[in-house]
């Protein structure tokens, strides 16, 4: 048997997340599907981990199993050629039979826009969050900085998540404004919890309208608790962009 990894980019906006669901269309539904049809098998991905509904992905990394003998660069384009446009594997290459895309993984690299202007935008309106009050990115910056290192994030966690640890080490943050008024907000840690990074941008959001200090999100983050938070910022401005092994 080989082991496959592949890397796959794809609009979440009209799938039920990432995992695969009984009822629902997923991305990791369509994948085994197209890829079983090629190599004539039963396919079960591993994913690096779930994305939600709405949520996109320009990195995803996922590896299969498969007895297939067809080369790496016939299967990449084989599959592609049957994929829905919204779903594409931008690299398939073979790797050694323990690799898991899950626990082998670094760390993750999220990426999230808000459009902030006064009036919406017809063509970021699936990509980005649309903020119509100035935001102060001075402050957002300031505030997020205090994310970097090892924090217990359940003020920034699902409420009902069933995750116990909530201990997480974030690596990098950034955030930049561009002239189109897209600010976009990067996150990368060696985990992240459930709604984590919306409910951070959520609560940075705040910082940025003058309703929060850059003081007050590191009081959030230290009380852990969940209701002292901002809201979830919607799915559709969410990425994830990469992840590292």
Not at 57 to 81: D, H, P, W, Y
Request: charged share 25%; proline share 3%; hydrophobic share 40%.
């Amino acid at each position: 048997m080989r082991n496959l990894k592949i890397i796959v980019e794809y609009d979440g906006t009209g799938y039920h997340g990432w995992q695969w669901q009984p009822d629902n269309i997923t991305v990791q539904q369509i994948l085994e599907d197209k890829i079983g049809t090629i190599t004539r098998e039963k396919i079960r991905l591993i994913g690096s981990g779930r994305t939600d509904a709405g949520v996109h992905a320009i990195g995803q990394v996922a590896n299969f199993k498969t007895g297939t003998k067809i080369g790496e660069r016939s299967l990449l384009r084989g599959i592609n050629s049957l994929l829905p446009g919204d779903v594409v594997i931008k690299d398939l290459v073979e790797v050694d039979e323990k690799f898991h895309a899950r626990y082998d993984a670094k760390s993750k690299l999220y990426l999230y826009q808000i459009f902030n202007s006064s009036v919406p935008s017809a063509l970021y309106r699936n990509y980005s969050w649309f903020v119509y009050t100035p935001l102060d990115v001075d402050n957002m910056r300031t505030a997020a900085l205090e994310l970097i290192g090892s924090h217990n994030f359940s003020s920034f966690c699902a409420a009902n998540s069933d995750t116990t640890d909530h201990v997480r080490k974030t690596i990098d943050v950034s955030i930049h404004q561009e002239k189109d008024g897209i600010i976009r907000f990067s996150i990368e840690a060696d985990g992240f919890l459930r709604y984590m990074v919306r409910n951070i941008v959520g609560t940075l959001v705040n910082v940025g309208r003058g309703e929060l200090s850059p003081s007050g999100f590191l009081d959030i983050m230290e009380a852990k608790d969940r209701n002292m938070a901002g809201v979830t910022a919607p799915p559709q401005g969410l990425f994830l962009k990469e992840v590292r092994y």
